[in-house]
């Protein structure tokens, strides 16, 4: 099966065999960025505008990266120096860039949508690369890449994700594009931050921190989002820590051979304990790795020439 979708929007609607063949085209790509020389001519003339409304720094190296490993050329728009500041509005400055003729945009924005409102006034491919607390695509596609290299498959793994899930666009996507693949997933967290309609994308909601991790095969925990959190939704990140941080009392209830994984950036002692993130359990660096490949693999599969 090839790619034919002009966008990657979200995983919500992609099939099984969409998501292996972006899995399977980053894990042919990966050993480029494992070369003396890191760069093969394939983008070569293409472009790519990274237009980023929201700080990042995993995504955005990630995508810079992925472009410069294909060839391709990136240009990097912030909204700081964009007319935006000047009360340009989003479709206009979309229409703008589309004007100098792009290949492909990146885009991650505070507002939920933004990405499909773009899609929806220019012809230029769109991926999105996280939109408010609605998805993250390229994230969950980069957790499902590493989960397949470290337990040899998706389906069929039980997998725990744990954290703030209402305002987690990287839960969605994963639980949609994990139960996609044939995982079963269970959430967790505080009651204030577990939203009502997770059960409602087939993610089972654990009652405990026990029963969250019991037997899991892969344990994911979410960042505390103190940006997203404008009302005070727990009593402290002490307090938050104590009932829902991961230590390694709580891995022995585990699968055997489970891994842990964590999008990043971490708060190390609130939602991870820094002898999980850094023991034999941990998997966030193989997660960074692959985030390039993955990006690699989107870049390619939607705006791709020969030549690889």
Same mark, same amino acid.
């Given at each position: 099966?090839?790619?034919?979708?002009?966008?990657l929007?979200?995983?919500?609607?992609l099939?099984?065999?969409?998501?292996?063949v972006?899995?399977?085209?980053?894990e042919?790509?990966?050993?480029?960025?494992?070369?003396?020389?890191?760069?093969?001519?394939?983008?070569?003339?293409?472009?790519?505008?990274?237009f980023?409304?929201?700080?990042?720094?995993?995504t955005?190296t990630?995508?810079d990266?992925a472009?410069?490993?294909l060839s391709?050329?990136?240009?990097?728009?912030?909204?700081?120096t964009?007319?935006?500041?000047?009360?340009?509005? $989003?479709i206009d400055?979309?229409?703008? $860039?589309?004007?100098?003729?792009?290949?492909?945009?990146?885009?991650? =924005?505070s507002?939920?949508?933004?990405?499909h409102? /773009?899609?929806?006034?220019?012809?230029?491919?769109?991926?999105?690369?996280?939109?408010?607390?609605h998805?993250?695509?390229?994230?969950? $596609?980069? !957790?499902?890449?590493?989960?397949r290299?470290?337990?040899?498959?998706?389906?069929?793994?039980?997998?725990?994700?744990?954290?703030?899930?209402? =305002?987690?666009?990287?839960?969605?996507?994963?639980?949609?594009g994990?139960?996609?693949?044939?995982?079963?997933?269970r959430?967790?967290?505080?009651?204030?931050?577990?939203?009502? =309609?997770?059960?409602?994308?087939?993610?089972?909601?654990?009652?405990?921190m026990?029963?969250?991790?019991?037997?899991?095969?892969?344990?994911?925990?979410?960042?505390v989002?103190?940006?997203? $959190?404008?009302d005070?939704?727990?009593p402290?990140?002490r307090?938050?820590?104590? /009932?829902?941080?991961l230590?390694?009392?709580h891995?022995?209830?585990?699968?055997?051979?489970?891994?842990?994984? =964590?999008?990043?950036?971490?708060?190390?002692?609130?939602?991870?304990?820094?002898?999980?993130? !850094?023991?034999?359990?941990?998997v966030?660096?193989?997660?960074?790795?692959?985030?390039?490949?993955?990006?690699?693999?989107l870049?390619?599969l939607m705006i791709?020439?020969?030549?690889?």
């Open positions: 099966m090839s790619w034919k979708r002009k966008h929007l979200g995983l919500e609607g099939s099984a065999e969409e998501i292996g972006v899995l399977d085209t980053a042919s790509l990966k050993e480029i960025n494992a070369r003396p020389i890191k760069k093969v001519p394939t983008l070569r003339g293409r472009t790519v505008v990274l980023f409304y929201e700080p990042s720094t995993r955005k990630s995508f990266l472009c410069k490993r391709a050329d990136a240009v990097a728009l912030a909204p700081k964009s007319s935006l500041t000047k009360g340009e509005t $989003l400055t979309a229409q703008t $860039l589309q004007a100098m003729s792009p290949d492909l945009i990146v885009m991650r =924005h507002s939920s949508g933004a990405p409102l /773009l899609a929806r006034h220019v012809n230029v491919s769109i991926i999105n690369a996280g939109d408010g607390a998805e993250h695509p390229t994230q969950a $596609l980069l !957790d499902m890449l590493t989960i290299e470290k337990k040899g498959r998706v389906q069929g793994l039980e997998v725990a994700i744990i954290g703030d899930i209402t =305002h987690s666009r990287v839960a969605r996507s994963n639980i949609i994990l139960r996609t693949m044939g995982a079963r997933v959430v967790y967290g505080p009651p204030t931050l577990l939203p009502p =309609h997770a059960a409602t994308l087939g993610a089972r909601v654990a009652r405990s026990d029963e969250a991790v019991e037997g899991a095969d892969v344990v994911m925990m979410l960042r989002q103190q940006e997203r $959190l404008h005070v939704l727990f402290s990140l307090e938050y820590s104590r /009932l829902y941080g230590g390694e009392s891995l022995r209830r585990a699968a055997e051979g489970v891994i842990v994984m =964590h999008p990043g950036p971490i708060n190390r002692g609130v939602e991870i304990a820094p002898q999980v993130a !850094d023991g034999p359990y941990s966030i660096l193989d997660q960074v790795a692959n985030g390039v490949a993955v990006r690699m693999a870049l390619y791709g020439a020969e030549g690889l």
